[in-house]
T-cell receptor, first 117, second 114 residues
Framework: AQKITQTQPGMFVQEKEAVTLDCTYD???????LFWYKQPSSGEMIFLIY??????QNATEGRYSLNFQKARKSANLVISASQLGDSAMYFC??????????????FGSGTRLLVRP | DGGITQSPKYLFRKEGQNVTLSCEQN?????MYWYRQDPGQGLRLIYY???????QKGDIAEGYSVSREKKESFPLTVTSAQKNPTAFYLC?????????????FGPGTRLTVL
C-alpha cells in the first residue's frame, strides 16, 4: 500500500523568509507522481506543483520548488520569499493506480503554515 | 470561465435524511472524484468516475451513492446509512489517461448533521 507522511502539523515562518514543508512517501511502483496542494481557509484546493518520478530535475513554479530526493523518498516543498497570503494548509499527495487502470490521489494529513508579518 | 462548481456551500441535514451534493464542471474532463475531509485531516476518496455511466468505489464509499449520467455532472448522495456524515466534501475533475493527472477542485460543500 502506498502512503504519504507529513510530519509537521504546523509551521511558522517570518514574512519574506523561505520555508520547507516536509513530505515523505512510500511506494513500490517505479512510476509515480507527487503533487502539492494549498488549501486556504476558504476550503478549495489549489494545485501548486508536480513532480514525476522520472523527472530529471526538481520541479519549480514561481516561488514554489520541490526538493525531490528519490532515494530518501522525500518530496519537500520549498516556498521562497513567504507572503502573508501563503498562510494556509498544505497537502502533499501521490498518484496511485486503481484496479481499473486509472489513477487516484492519496493525501497526507497536511501542514498548517502561518506567515508572521 | 472554466471550472468546477459545487452547491450548496453549506448544508444542514437532520439525522435519517438523505441529501444530495451537486458537482458540475465545464472543463470537458472525463474523470470526476468525490473526497471527504474531516477537521485537521487530509482528503479521502469516496467515489470516482472515469467515464459517463460508470463509477467506482473509493476508500470510504459506505453510506454514499453517486451517478454519472452526464459528463459535466457527478452528484453525490449522502444516505442515512452514513454514520458520521458531518464533514467537508470536495469534488474534483481531471483529464483521463496519462501520467500527469492534476485534479482541479471545486470550492466544497460543508455538511452538518443536526
Amino acid at each position: 500500500a502506498q502512503k504519504i507522511t507529513q510530519t509537521q502539523p504546523g509551521m511558522f515562518v517570518q514574512e519574506k523568509e523561505a520555508v520547507t514543508l516536509d513530505c515523505t512517501y512510500d511506494t513500490s511502483d517505479p512510476s509515480y507522481g507527487l503533487f502539492w496542494y494549498k488549501q486556504p481557509s476558504s476550503g478549495e484546493m489549489i494545485f501548486l506543483i508536480y513532480q514525476g518520478s522520472y523527472d530529471q530535475q526538481n520541479a519549480t513554479e514561481g516561488r514554489y520548488s520541490l526538493n525531490f530526493q528519490k532515494a530518501r523518498k522525500s518530496a519537500n516543498l520549498v516556498i521562497s520569499a513567504s507572503q502573508l497570503g501563503d498562510s494556509a494548509m498544505y497537502f502533499c499527495a501521490m498518484r496511485e493506480p486503481t484496479m481499473d487502470s486509472s489513477y487516484k490521489l492519496i493525501f497526507g494529513s497536511g501542514t498548517r503554515l502561518l506567515v508572521r508579518p | 470561465d472554466g471550472g468546477i462548481t459545487q452547491s450548496p456551500k453549506y448544508l444542514f441535514r437532520k439525522e435519517g435524511q438523505n441529501v444530495t451534493l451537486s458537482c458540475e464542471q465545464n472543463l470537458n474532463h472525463d474523470a470526476m472524484y468525490w473526497y471527504r475531509q474531516d477537521p485537521g485531516q487530509g482528503l479521502r476518496l469516496i467515489y470516482y468516475s472515469q467515464i459517463v455511466n460508470d463509477f467506482q468505489k473509493g476508500d470510504i464509499a459506505e453510506g454514499y451513492s453517486v451517478s454519472r449520467e452526464k459528463k459535466e455532472s457527478f452528484p453525490l448522495t449522502v444516505t442515512s446509512a452514513q454514520k458520521n456524515p458531518t464533514a467537508f466534501y470536495l469534488c474534483a475533475s481531471a483529464t483521463s489517461g496519462g501520467m500527469y493527472n492534476e485534479q482541479f477542485f471545486g470550492p466544497g460543500t460543508r455538511l452538518t448533521v443536526l
